[in-house]
């Protein structure tokens, strides 16, 4: 039977495997958020996630909801809505703004886990370089966008969010695009829900998960391909 982990000043984690089915993938709790830790946890397909009263919370859960990056990614009517739109397209233009607005309560929620702490965290990983960001403007205004981590060639995705309909599945779509033109082998979506679902990630198994992780964390990336950049939709 797994039991609960408690982290101390040392970055470790135990193995992933070891977390609770229940709550499922719980694995540890406290530890800080320091960018070597989280560089840590995300090695080892381990992320934070927890409400602003509680200790931190690190999860691995099983199973896990993923997408295989396609450069074709995205429905009909999505692509209509996109040939429309005079939408522009950048990444790494405005990481803060865009957690800020992953932050923003949903309907129905009363709070957010993208706490003030989470996002000063998650900003110092962009600003070292580990952590990057996709935007949507519409204009001069940011309208939608996603941020995350990659891991080799497995993208970490954390959180997205709009202004305007379907600004994030346009997020989403771009992300797509440029993980597939420099293949990228995985998004890691986390938790599967009906959203998820719907925008057509599946459900693999934890040991599935980590062996994919296992085989991609180290393969090297272009360098380029995290440029603050203006980018374009292969429509």
């Not at 101390?8 to 540890?28: D, K, T, V």
């Not at 033109?181 to 719907?198: E, G, K, M, T």
Request: aromatic share 12%; net charge neutral; proline share 6%.
């Amino acid at each position: 039977m797994n039991s609960l982990s408690y982290l101390n000043e040392l970055i470790n984690f135990p193995a992933p495997e070891e977390a609770l089915a229940e709550p499922n993938g719980l694995l540890a709790v406290g530890g800080d958020l320091s960018p070597a830790r989280l560089l840590e946890a995300y090695y080892h397909g381990i992320f934070p996630w927890f409400n602003a009263d509680d200790p931190i919370l690190w999860w691995s859960p099983s199973p896990r909801a993923v997408f295989v990056p396609k450069s074709d990614f995205g429905s009909k009517s999505l692509r209509k809505t996109l040939k429309k739109a005079a939408w522009k397209y950048t990444i790494n233009h405005a990481f803060l703004d865009v957690m800020s607005g992953c932050a923003q309560p949903r309907a129905k929620q009363q709070g957010t886990w993208i706490t003030p702490e989470i996002q000063m965290a998650y900003y110092e990983l962009h600003l070292q370089g580990f952590a990057h960001s996709f935007e949507v403007w519409d204009e001069d205004r940011l309208v939608g966008g996603l941020y995350g981590i990659p891991v080799g060639n497995v993208f970490c995705g954390e959180s997205m969010f709009h202004r305007q309909t379907d600004a994030s599945k346009a997020a989403f779509t771009l992300l797509n695009q440029h993980l597939a033109r420099h293949d990228f082998a995985l998004i890691d979506a986390q938790l599967i829900n009906p959203h998820l679902v719907n925008l057509g990630a599946k459900a693999i198994s934890r040991t599935s998960f980590l062996s994919i992780l296992r085989q991609n964390r180290t393969n090297l990336v272009a360098p380029e391909m995290w440029l603050k950049q203006e980018v374009k939709f292969e429509l």
